[in-house]
């Protein structure tokens, strides 16, 4: 158990909070490519890490992330008017682009040169596997890290997003405990393996006929051990199913906030817990898939 000074100090990540400033030295997902995939009006709020904001695409194709208010008289962009090569305010009409530069300030004389001294918040934003990835730390952003899920052809690969009534670190810490799927998930009857395509703990052991859900429901007192690494730790679980065979599960924690799990054999899922603010999460997922491409259309309307 850890304090409450010390659980505060972790799951408080607003502006000014330390755990806050670490996080924004990392990579953090704001949204999903498909949330922007209107072609009429692709603007959407978002909260992140306690701050609001508006993430957007632009005529170009370009993605944005800007302070959700007009540095004007304080308009909510997100009911602002993608046009002229930027988010235009909905009030007076005053232009940005991605970068959050100002770009006309209509009220002003044609000569007025006012513009150029105003500039509105934004973070940079990359498009990975349908996600879109925000840095809201200081400096040069980092390179984002050559995980499976980044590196797979979007054939291979489906994003989904949900969001959880509790801080981050409260859904990290059940997401990489292997001993909750033995009653939290626990299956009562065994189901074909074969119809289980995209869904955990359905799949058959490797060198086993037994059923994944089998496995999880009797073997409920696994060995764990935990091995660090230099991108966090991993969690190594082992479920020993006969004098021959053991079930091993592997974990990769990616700190501060991502990890990696085997969803079935040819499968595993990438996650990020992303604060909204202190007491809400999204949890983002990129499922990835090593054998055939995924069927998205499945895997949606299984989720939906």
């Known amino acids: 158990m850890i304090s409450a000074e010390q659980n505060d100090l972790i799951t408080r990540t607003g502006p000014g909070t330390a755990a806050g400033a670490l996080m924004r030295r990392y990579w953090q997902p704001a949204a999903l490519v498909d949330e922007l995939a209107s072609t009429n009006r692709p603007i959407k709020p978002v909260r992140l890490l306690g701050e609001d904001l508006v993430i957007f695409r632009d005529q170009d194709g370009r993605y944005g992330l800007v302070g959700r208010h007009c540095p004007h008289r304080g ?32 009220a002003e004389p044609a000569t007025s040169k006012m513009c150029a001294n105003i500039r509105l918040k934004s973070y940079p934003v990359v498009e990975k596997s349908g996600i879109l990835f925000a840095y809201l730390g200081g400096g040069e952003p980092p390179a984002l890290p050559q995980f499976d899920c980044f590196v797979a052809p979007s054939t291979h690969t489906f994003a989904f997003k949900g969001m959880i009534d509790c801080n981050w670190l409260q859904s990290l810490e059940v997401g990489i405990d292997p001993v909750h799927t033995s009653f939290l998930h626990r299956f009562f009857e065994d189901e074909d393996p074969n119809q289980g395509y995209g869904k955990m703990f359905r799949d058959t052991s490797k060198d086993s006929d037994m059923p994944m859900t089998k496995i999880m429901r009797e073997f409920s007192r696994p060995r764990i051990e935990v091995e660090p690494t230099d991108y966090g730790f991993r969690l190594v679980t082992l479920r020993q199913i006969s004098d021959a065979n053991a079930h091993v599960r592997v974990t990769n924690l990616i700190f501060p906030n991502a990890f990696i799990i ?17 007491t809400r999460h999204y949890w983002y997922a990129i499922f990835t898939s090593f054998g055939a491409p995924v069927n998205k259309d499945e895997m949606r309307r299984q989720r939906l």
């Open 75 to 106: 308009t909510d962009l997100a009911y602002g008017r993608l046009e002229d090569g930027g988010l235009r305010c909905a009030f007076h009409g005053w232009l940005f682009d991605v970068d959050g530069r100002c770009l006309q300030t209509p």
């Open 262 to 278: 085997p969803m079935s054999r040819e499968m595993t899922i990438s996650q990020w817990h992303v604060p909204i603010d202190d």
